[in-house]
């Protein structure tokens, strides 16, 4: 079982739709990633949240919004994406300044 | 500039067959270096963690080890279900923070044929 449990696994969404993306984990991390991952390609930072905190947001379009409502949750929420945003979007927790990292095993949107 | 390099893009083996990847990586003030199986579809899967050049560590069939410019990960005798993406990734600390973050190979897509 995965410690970063992410939903929903899939989500088929047009263009004029908002829906979110959650994550949660219960390992005690305060460091939680979200990223994006193309087919072949490596995993892209999009943002990370400290604390609670946005701490770092990769020039990610306003058409991502995410969200920490506390120590355990990571939202991601998406309105009037395109297609090209299709992808598998990963979220990851980790303890502050350390890499060990622990990745969900991710949501695959498709935006039509 | 900071960047990771992982080869052969692609390596297919014939099971029982051992053979090693490589990951190079050019990043300043590297705290760790550290690899990942991804399955498709399927989130990174965490492997090792390698800290300093000498360092080594084994799990089943597997063996990392880590100099000062590149990891090497061995696959001893693999099997069909070895089959995955590698993914190599050095972890900095920014600076002036106390976050850091992942540079990620491409990966290395390995193929096992019984």
């Known amino acids: 079982d995965t410690e970063v449990t992410q939903t929903p696994k899939h989500l088929v969404m047009g263009m004029t739709n908002k829906k979110s993306l959650k994550c949660e984990q219960h390992m005690g991390h305060r460091a939680m990633y979200w990223y994006k991952q193309k087919a072949k390609k490596p995993p892209e930072l999009m943002f990370v949240y400290s604390y609670e905190k946005l701490s770092i947001n990769e020039s990610v379009p306003s058409r991502f919004s995410p969200e920490c409502p506390n120590s355990s949750l990571l939202n991601l929420h998406l309105h009037a994406l395109q297609p090209e945003d299709s992808a598998l979007y990963l979220c990851?927790?980790?303890?502050?300044?350390?890499?060990?990292?622990?990745f969900g095993s991710g949501t695959r949107l498709t935006v039509v | 500039e900071d960047q990771v390099t992982q080869s052969p893009e692609a390596l297919r083996l014939q099971e029982g067959e051992s053979s090693s990847l490589n990951c190079s990586y050019t990043?300043?003030?590297?705290?760790?270096l550290f690899w990942y199986r991804q399955d498709p579809g399927k989130g990174p899967e965490f492997l090792f963690t390698?800290?300093?050049a000498g360092e080594e560590k084994e799990k089943e069939r597997l063996k990392a080890t880590l100099t000062k410019k590149e990891s090497f990960l061995h696959i001893t005798a693999p099997k069909p279900e070895d089959s995955a993406t590698y993914l190599c990734?050095?972890?900095?600390?920014?600076?002036?923070?106390?976050?850091?973050?992942?540079?990620f190979g491409r990966g290395t897509q390995l193929t096992v044929w019984p």
């Open positions: 990851a927790s980790s303890q502050e300044g350390l890499g060990g990292y622990t």
């Open positions: 990734a050095a972890f900095r600390i920014d600076r002036g923070s106390t976050l850091g973050r992942l540079y």
């Open positions: 390698l800290y300093s």
């Open positions: 990043v300043s003030g590297l705290r760790g």
